[in-house]
């Protein structure tokens, strides 16, 4: 993502003096006549226009104030002696720049009523027609002081009782099912039954429809319709991109001026078609299956257009014990043929009803 730059903007500060608002790159407040403070924040206007003036928007563009080390005085990004004294500024130190003052406010801004003789403002204006009072929004009010403990009222909000009880119910839970998961048992048990089924897949050319990038489709294929979609994105323009840009905001640039900027993005298109393709697919599914014996594969008739797919198998084995009943899945046709029915095993069994380990009965 890269910004765009849409133009600059005067700022404004607020004098910690008399709390007169001032345009930001004016160096003196307009009501008390102080210098502007080295740590003073510049501050998004109500109402913001794109400057225009040749000579303002070189300023913007040369970068954070400095404050002279000598005399404090400020002076614009660049210059090498101080306008005031004559210093020196190579040791002087930037103004903070970069902090997002917010969206762009290029609409007109609502009126302001003056905290002095309620005479309505227009929104962009810095001190009152009527009776010269600052504009300047009134400041926050003080947090309170905290509470001492000794004072606190006892007692604990519902949500907060709730919230304990759900921490400790989850707790609980978690207890038990260590404690089930962890514990085990052990039982003599018999192979009561035996169960193997074994399937063959059978697969055909069949056509399919698929959809795909257009560079992307087998050449086998046929095309069917296309569209244009969003493939992806560039940070330079490239063919067949369209540029998408955020909502505009301003940024501080440290000089009594803000620059107005955007985040954008190229939204690379290209066609996404819809194809035919034949592709073998699974068409039918040959099954031998039994509860006895010697597990085998089922025989396989293939017709001239098929072939024989992916194999798969499972096996059951059945325990009974004088209480429970288990089942077991072996993993192999090798391990399978150790069980069979009437045989006795030793089972050990989890907190859960699964069988975790088995052996032959002495």
């Given at each position: ?129 009527s009776c010269g009072a600052s504009l300047a929004p009134p400041a926050a009010s003080a947090v309170p002081p905290a509470v001492p403990a000794k004072m606190r009222t006892p007692g604990r909000s519902p949500a907060l009782i709730i919230g304990l009880i759900l921490v400790a119910l989850c707790g609980l839970g978690g ?185 032959p009965a002495p």
């Amino acid at each position: 993502m890269t910004k765009k730059s849409i133009g600059y903007v005067k700022m404004l500060w607020t004098c910690p003096r008399c709390t007169t608002r001032n345009p930001g790159p004016q160096k003196f407040c307009n009501g008390c006549g102080g210098p502007q403070p080295a740590d003073v924040a510049f501050e998004q206007a109500p109402e913001e226009k794109l400057l225009t003036d040749a000579a303002e928007i070189a300023r913007a563009k040369a970068g954070p104030d400095q404050h002279c080390p000598y005399c404090s005085a400020r002076n614009p990004g660049g210059v090498k002696f101080c306008g005031a004294c004559g210093g020196d500024l190579a040791g002087a130190k930037a103004r903070e720049s970069g902090k997002v003052a917010g969206a762009f406010r290029a609409g007109p801004a609502a009126p302001i009523a003056c905290p002095r003789c309620g005479t309505s403002n227009p929104g962009a204006a810095l001190k009152c027609s009527s009776c010269g009072a600052s504009l300047a929004p009134p400041a926050a009010s003080a947090v309170p002081p905290a509470v001492p403990a000794k004072m606190r009222t006892p007692g604990r909000s519902p949500a907060l009782i709730i919230g304990l009880i759900l921490v400790a119910l989850c707790g609980l839970g978690g207890l038990l099912l260590l404690l089930l998961g962890g514990r085990t048992s052990e039982a003599a048990a018999v192979v009561d039954s035996i169960e193997w089924e074994r399937r063959i897949a059978i697969e055909a050319l069949r056509p399919v429809e698929r959809e795909d990038w257009y560079d992307q489709i087998p050449s086998e294929a046929q095309v069917g319709t296309c569209r244009q979609a969003r493939r992806g994105t560039s940070q330079d323009p490239v063919a067949n991109s369209v540029e998408v840009c955020g909502t505009p905001y301003t940024v501080d640039t440290g000089s009594g001026f803000g620059e107005v900027v955007q985040d954008c993005v190229y939204e690379v298109y290209d066609d996404l078609c819809s194809f035919t393709v034949s592709e073998w697919t699974v068409v039918d599914t040959a099954v031998a299956r039994g509860a006895s014996g010697v597990p085998a594969w089922p025989s396989v008739s293939l017709a001239a257009d098929e072939r024989q797919g992916e194999e798969s198998e499972t096996y059951r084995v059945v325990f009974i014990t004088d209480s429970d009943r288990y089942t077991y899945a072996p993993a192999t046709a090798a391990e399978f043929a150790a069980f069979t029915p009437g045989s006795r095993w030793l089972l050990t069994v989890s907190g859960f009803g699964s069988i975790t380990e088995l052996e032959p009965a002495p």
